[in-house]
């Protein structure tokens, strides 16, 4: 059965740092692509990174550049996000997202604030 559960949320204030988790089980991340997705109060949900399958390659939606670091950990099969300098518009819930075959899955999210 495929689950992802994050973890690693919390409240900081702008500047601090958070790592998420995103820990996966009845698949392996070496092989499957993931993504991490973002949905603020009142918003669409935004993608925010992906890890590739193939080469491990990263990308990054323009906002996080620079301050958002994904990686994987085969031997924990975890997915994370190094997220630096945040600001109060990363405040959201934050999720890690798998498409395996045809069907798609999701983790239960976590809340990341950012506020003074």
């Known amino acids: 059965q495929v689950r992802l559960v994050e973890s690693g949320g919390g409240s900081v204030e702008p500047g601090g740092s958070l790592r998420l988790s995103c820990a996966a089980s009845g698949f392996s991340v070496e092989y499957y692509s993931i993504g991490w997705i973002r949905q603020a109060p009142g918003k669409e949900r935004e993608g925010v990174s992906c890890?590739?399958?193939?080469?491990?390659?990263?990308n990054y939606v323009d906002s996080v550049k620079g301050r958002f670091t994904a990686s994987r950990e085969a031997g924990k099969n975890t997915v994370y996000l190094q997220m630096n300098n945040l600001k109060p518009e990363d405040t959201a819930i934050y999720y890690c997202n798998a498409h395996i075959r045809a069907d798609e899955y999701w983790g239960q999210g976590t809340q990341v604030t950012v506020a003074s």
């Open positions: 890890i590739s399958s193939s080469d491990s390659s990263t």
